[in-house]
């Protein structure tokens, strides 16, 4: 199983909720927005800029839990601190990618 890219974050708000952002991970259509998880509200979509613009890193001792909660789920983790370049790269081919599969299925559907 391939491991997925995380990064931990805290509200800054001293309710010390953690979230994670998943920077490889598009959201939507076109891979502008990535794939967020907190323990609140599952999963959703965020703007990667905007959330690290208003949240300060977590340490590990903070995001322990959340940690061991997307294991559970499945994922294995990679911990970052911050995204690369490349990193929202991969997001942006993985929703071409997706919209690619889904225009095929589309077309062969037309067909039958």
């Known amino acids: 199983m391939s491991e997925t890219v995380v990064i931990f974050?805290?509200?800054r708000t001293g309710r010390k909720d953690c979230f994670a952002l998943f920077p490889e991970l598009p959201s939507d259509r076109h891979g502008i927005l990535c794939t967020a998880y907190s323990r609140l509200g599952g999963h959703c979509s965020a703007d990667y800029d905007r959330c690290i613009g208003g949240s300060d890193p977590a340490a590990a001792?903070?995001?322990a839990e959340l940690f061991e909660?997307?294991?559970?789920?499945?994922?294995?983790?990679s911990v970052r601190q911050r995204a690369t370049p490349e990193m929202h790269e991969r997001r942006f081919r993985l929703a071409a990618?997706?919209?690619c599969r889904s225009l095929q299925r589309q077309l062969q559907g037309a067909r039958t």
Do not use: P, Q, S, T
């Open 9 to 11: 974050r805290k509200d």
């Open 61 to 63: 001792d903070e995001y």
């Open 69 to 77: 909660e997307l294991e559970r789920r499945g994922y294995v983790l």
């Open 97 to 99: 990618e997706r919209r």
